[in-house]
Nanobody, 116 residues
Framework: QVQLVESGGGLVQAGGSLRLSCAASGSTFSINRMGWYRQAPGKQRELVAAITSSGNTNYADSVKGRFTISRDNAKNTVYLQMNSLKPEDTAVYYC??????????WGQGTQVTVSS
């Protein structure tokens, strides 16, 4: 089992920045990929960004150039630096981890609210 604990959400004005962190604990070996999804009210959960154990990244088109995902393998922690935030970025952000390419784990979610 893998436990994920997120931190760093909050309220920010449009154009501002936030940094989310997600610390993994438990059976963290063989985690292949970690990343962030988000879910806004009335919308489906969508992938925001992901990073593999080797450092390859991918981003949703809507956040490219504004968000940066990074990973500290020694700390089993993944970060999401969010710059130039927009009101449409408002959502609950969920950290996830993929282990053995088959096991999905989720954090409890952290609220990000961007005011206009």
């Amino acid at each position: 089992q893998v436990q994920l604990v997120e931190s760093g959400g909050g309220l920010v004005q449009a154009g501002g920045s936030l940094r989310l962190s997600c610390a993994a604990s438990g059976s963290t070996f063989s985690i292949n990929r970690m990343g962030w999804y988000r879910q806004a009210p009335g919308k489906q959960r969508e992938l925001v960004a992901a990073i593999t154990s080797s450092g390859n990244t991918n981003y949703a088109d809507s956040v490219k150039g504004r968000f940066t995902i990074s990973r500290d393998n020694a700390k089993n922690t993944v970060y999401l630096q969010m710059n130039s935030l927009k009101p449409e970025d408002t959502a609950v952000y969920y950290c996830y981890a993929l282990r053995y390419y088959t096991e999905n784990y989720w954090g409890q979610g952290t609220q990000v609210t961007v005011s206009s």
